[in-house]
């Protein structure tokens, strides 16, 4: 399986490609491309209904200012979509997170927070791992590894007083 970033400017990029790069260290491959669900929501439409045949299971929508795109991701699939709502007006990012999370009922878009873009591949792996024993197992060991920094954290500031 794998992720489907659709990001509605190339500006996002630097913003979403820690998404990709945390499918990656997971072993889930990422397909990345621009379309915006207002210049070009065609291109939208075909993208995300072809996805079952390009074995995607999950997608990360990415827009700011009015952020529609992972609502019109949602509209066009059954398959999970998770919105990152990204700071790209002088609203810092506001406008794009009440755009994501305030879908209308029955048309579900997981919401992370502005620029969220790595918790949105956590998440899409979280998803796919429920159904793939591996990837469940990196996830384990990729929280027993926060654990561990933390405690490093701990003894370090301790060791300052």
């Known amino acids: 399986m794998k992720v489907s970033i659709i990001i ?3 500006s996002d990029w630097p913003i979403m490609k820690p998404a990709a ?3 990656k ?3 889930v491959e990422a397909e990345v491309t621009v379309a915006s669900a207002h210049r070009t929501p065609a291109r939208v439409e075909q993208l995300v209904k072809s996805a079952p045949e390009r074995g995607v299971g999950a997608f990360i929508a990415a827009a700011g200012g ?3 795109l992972a ?7 059954v398959l999970p979509v998770i919105g990152v709502p990204i700071n790209a007006t002088p609203l810092n990012g506001l406008d794009a997170l009440l755009a994501t999370v305030q879908m209308p009922s029955g048309i579900p878009v997981a919401t992370m927070a502005v620029n969220g873009a790595k ?3 956590l ?3 979280q998803i796919l791992a429920g159904q793939n024993a591996s990837l469940m197992e990196k996830l384990r060991a990729h929280r027993e590894n926060l654990a561990k920094e933390v405690e490093k954290k701990a ?4 060791s300052q007083v």
Do not use: I, P
Not at 155 to 158: I, Q
């Open 66 to 68: 009015a952020a529609h």
């Open 123 to 125: 998440f899409a792996v």
């Open 8 to 10: 509605g400017s190339d």
């Open 119 to 121: 918790n949105a591949a």
């Open 155 to 158: 003894a370090y500031v301790a």
């Open 21 to 23: 790069e945390t499918l």
């Open 25 to 27: 260290q997971f072993g």
């Open 71 to 77: 609502g019109v991701v949602a509209s066009h699939t």
